[in-house]
Structures are given as structure tokens and as C-alpha cells.
Nanobody, 115 residues
């Protein structure tokens, strides 16, 4: 099983926006819920946003109203639009299934929010 590839991270000022993208191989994202998670050093990954199999959305408390998760099954990609970014959003962001599968964690993409 090939891990997904996350992209789109970078350095952004507080209040700015970023759009993360995750490309998957095979049919994992088409047949499972998908989600974005983030991790800071020394902590376990936290759920940022998820799309269930039925396409219901679930957002972590800090993401509500600022982040939007979407899926494009034709391209086998999952995206995360992040607006009004805050320094506390700084983390490595990963995509995975929802709930996550241990073997499916990729390299992630670093998001740094700083002035």
C-alpha cells in the first residue's frame, strides 16, 4: 500500500490562507472516510477535519469556521482550505483515512504560521 502524498504547506503570516492537497493511490480514499490530521512535536496527531463515507463533515474545534475539507474522487485527492491562520495552527499536516490507518501515514506537509 502506497502512502498518500501531502503538499501545499509553507510559511504564512497570521491571518493568511493555505490550501493543502493530498494525492492517494488506489481506491482507499474512494471507499473510506478521509481526514486531515496535524501533529506538533511530542504529541499525537490530532484530527483537523474529516469527511465520512457518507460525506458528512467533522471539524476539530480549532478548525471550525476557518477550514474546509473537500474531496475529488475523480482525481483521488483530498484538499484542506485553511483561512484565518493562527500561529497555533503551526504543525505538520497529514492526510489519512477516517479513522486513521497506522500504515497509511505519509510524510506530511509542514505549515508554519508566523510573522
Amino acid at each position: 500500500q502506497v502512502q498518500p502524498v501531502e503538499s501545499g504547506g509553507g510559511l504564512v503570516q497570521p491571518g493568511g490562507s493555505l490550501r493543502l492537497s493530498c494525492a492517494a493511490s488506489g481506491s482507499v480514499f474512494k471507499t473510506n472516510g478521509v481526514a486531515w490530521y496535524r501533529q506538533v512535536p511530542g504529541k499525537q496527531p490530532d484530527l483537523v477535519a474529516a469527511l465520512t463515507v457518507g460525506d458528512s463533515t467533522i471539524y476539530g474545534g480549532s478548525a471550525k469556521g476557518r477550514f474546509t475539507i473537500s474531496r475529488d474522487n475523480s482525481k483521488n485527492t483530498v484538499s484542506l482550505q485553511m483561512n484565518s491562520l493562527k500561529p497555533e495552527d503551526t504543525a505538520v499536516y497529514y492526510c489519512n483515512t477516517y479513522p486513521p490507518v497506522k500504515e497509511y501515514w505519509g510524510a506530511g506537509t509542514q505549515v508554519t504560521v508566523s510573522s
